[in-house]
């Protein structure tokens, strides 16, 4: 389990990284810095497990909202976008990955003492 959160603390970290060329950087920088906190602090047990579960569900409800009106994919031919849902849609996937991280993180991350 260590080595899963080691892996997506960075993957967040990584995630944060690339979002500095994007026009909504703060928010995604912020989002997935999080999501890395998250992981880090779950490695040092200093979380219960409720707070991984209240965090999956904000980004749950984040990733519905951030679906796009009209899904077009996540990948492109060309080097530019074509369009916004192409965004979107990467967006929320990236979302639904913090999701999934955090539930991880609640079920199976818990510390040894109780929580």
Known sequence: MKFFKIIFG????LFAYFQFNDPDAT???FTY??????CYMSFNNL???WVFYGLAA???VA????WPPHFEGIFWGEAKMRSINIEEARESLGLLICCLAM???GKWG???VTD
């Open 47 to 49: 979380w219960p497990s």
């Open 58 to 60: 904000g980004y749950l």
């Open 33 to 38: 810095s999080a999501a890395a906190l998250a």
């Open 103 to 105: 539930v991880v993180l």
């Open 63 to 66: 990733s519905i909202f951030q």
């Open 110 to 112: 818990k510390p040894t």
């Open 27 to 29: 928010i995604w920088i």
């Open 10 to 13: 960075l993957l967040f970290m």
